[in-house]
């Protein structure tokens, strides 16, 4: 068995879609109906879902894997770019030429995100694409120094119920951290992973009730650990902060107070900055407030282009000592 001490690498299994950003002003409403005029200035295109969470891994100079499904088409192109630009191993990637790969259109005005259009479909996982995953991930595993698996389900249909609960027997196999992102209602396919990270409406999911009927936080994270056997919750709740279950401690942590302008993504850099803390030999504790910090930098930028500031790469640094 490999030293996993000396383990550098993460996969980031799960869905993937190209988010295409338009920016511009408005300054009247149109006399058609009761809606702004936006004056386009620019538009970006950047990585979402999976793709995000393993950009922004690539940005704090891990190497990462991505695992997921495209169609063949103009974003499915897009998308492969930005993986070379940002040095993302694409190998493991399938292509599907039946798929249309999910893109969601924002638009902003002066800063204030007002509409968004999504293009997408929903994959259906064959068993032979499940067992032919399976064997490529396993031989990856063998091969390659992987000591986290990612496993970002955004309900887009890669997270088969079957692939997810195998893939995490062989990450356990091979001494694999798993960290979700459950962003789904089958959460019994995360079973037995390592961390778990709802927001307030996945852990109202997750627990059968309402966002508003939510029991106290401390409640929240204990249930779904006892309830899914996860021994980490991280359950992260916007301005209020996050609060962490790990070794039987209850941890909160404040959200950083500061202006936002964009809360696409925050959730994907929590779950990235986890698994770099990890990979610089933090605990579960320490790496959690580094994700906290790496949260609040993206969600002050409107760009999801810009790297990371040299700050919060010593954060990750300091974190260390």
Not at 21 to 47: C, H, Q, Y
Not at 254 to 280: H, M, P, R, Y
């Amino acid at each position: 068995m490999k030293n996993q001490n000396i383990r550098t690498k993460a996969l980031v299994v799960g869905d993937v879609m190209l988010d295409h950003s338009i920016f511009g002003s408005a300054t009247r409403l149109t006399p058609e109906g009761p809606v702004p005029v936006i004056v386009k200035n620019r538009v970006e295109d950047s990585l979402g879902g999976a793709g995000f969470v393993s950009k922004v891994l690539s940005d704090l100079d891990i190497e990462v894997t991505l695992a997921s499904v495209l169609g063949v088409d103009d974003s499915s192109a897009t998308i492969l770019d930005y993986c070379k630009l940002y040095g993302i191993d694409s190998s493991q990637i399938l292509m599907d030429q039946s798929l249309v790969t999910s893109k969601k259109t924002r638009i902003y005005a002066s800063g204030h995100l007002v509409a968004r259009l999504d293009n997408e479909d929903r994959y259906e996982m064959t068993s032979s694409v499940k067992d032919q995953l399976l064997n490529s991930l396993t031989s990856l595993f063998k091969h390659q120094d992987f000591k986290v698996c990612i496993i970002s389900d955004y309900n887009k249909g890669f997270c088969n119920e079957y692939f997810i609960v195998e893939l995490i027997k062989i990450c356990k196999t091979n001494n694999i951290i798993t960290l979700v992102d459950p962003k789904t209602e089958d959460v019994e396919k995360f079973r037995g992973c390592d961390l778990i990270k709802p927001n307030d409406n996945e852990a109202a999911k997750i627990l059968g009730v309402t966002r508003d009927a939510l029991p106290d936080p401390k409640i929240v994270v204990e249930t779904i650990s006892r309830t899914l056997d996860i021994p980490n919750v991280l359950y992260t709740r916007g301005s209020q902060g996050m609060v962490l279950f790990t070794q039987n401690e209850i941890v909160n942590i404040d959200a950083i107070k500061q202006e936002v302008f964009n809360v696409v993504g925050a959730g994907d850099s929590v779950l990235a900055g986890l698994a770099a803390g990890i990979l610089n030999g933090l605990s579960i504790k320490k790496a959690s407030y580094f994700a906290n910090d790496l949260a609040g930098e993206m969600v002050s930028r409107l760009s999801r282009k810009v790297s990371l500031s040299d700050f919060i790469k010593s954060r990750l640094i300091a974190n260390k000592l």
